[in-house]
């Protein structure tokens, strides 16, 4: 078991970074889609700031409960948002992946931790 979380830690982690530096990179289509959906500009910003960090301390054994924390409520918030510009289920599906993925780490995490 503590094989697989850190494998998934290190998968949800690594596309946590991605997302989050894609965001800090100023993507074009994610600027828009930040528009489109009513944020102001700096949160664009402000979420790739948390998906890095969330994804760094996913990864890494000692924080990894806190980052799975981090990543669950960003995705919460990330499936809101799909859900209610009217964009629907097929494209909060990556949202609820990481979510879910998340979700599993923190639990293994805290069983490991209780251990």
Same mark, same amino acid.
């Given at each position: 078991?503590?094989?697989?979380?850190?494998?998934?830690?290190?998968?949800?982690?690594?596309?946590?970074?991605?997302?989050?530096?894609?965001?800090?990179?100023?993507?074009?289509?994610?600027?828009?889609?930040?528009?489109?959906?009513?944020?102001?500009?700096?949160?664009?910003?402000?979420? #790739?700031?948390?998906?890095?960090? %969330?994804?760094? +301390? &996913?990864?890494?054994?000692?924080?990894?409960? /806190?980052?799975? @924390? !981090?990543?669950?409520?960003?995705?919460?918030?990330?499936?809101?948002?799909?859900?209610?510009? #009217?964009?629907?289920?097929?494209? %909060?599906?990556? +949202? &609820?992946?990481?979510?879910?993925?998340?979700? /599993?780490?923190? @639990? !293994?995490?805290?069983?490991?931790?209780?251990?």
């Amino acid at each position: 078991m503590k094989i697989l979380e850190h494998i998934l830690a290190a998968l949800v982690g690594l596309g946590m970074i991605a997302a989050g530096g894609a965001k800090l990179a100023s993507v074009e289509q994610l600027v828009q889609n930040f528009e489109r959906w009513g944020y102001p500009s700096w949160f664009l910003y402000v979420t #790739g700031v948390i998906e890095v960090v %969330a994804g760094i +301390a &996913i990864i890494a054994p000692k924080t990894r409960l /806190v980052g799975a @924390a !981090l990543i669950v409520v960003t995705m919460l918030g990330a499936t809101a948002t799909h859900l209610r510009a #009217g964009e629907g289920f097929a494209e %909060a599906i990556p +949202a &609820i992946a990481h979510l879910g993925i998340a979700a /599993v780490v923190g @639990a !293994l995490a805290l069983r490991r931790r209780r251990a």
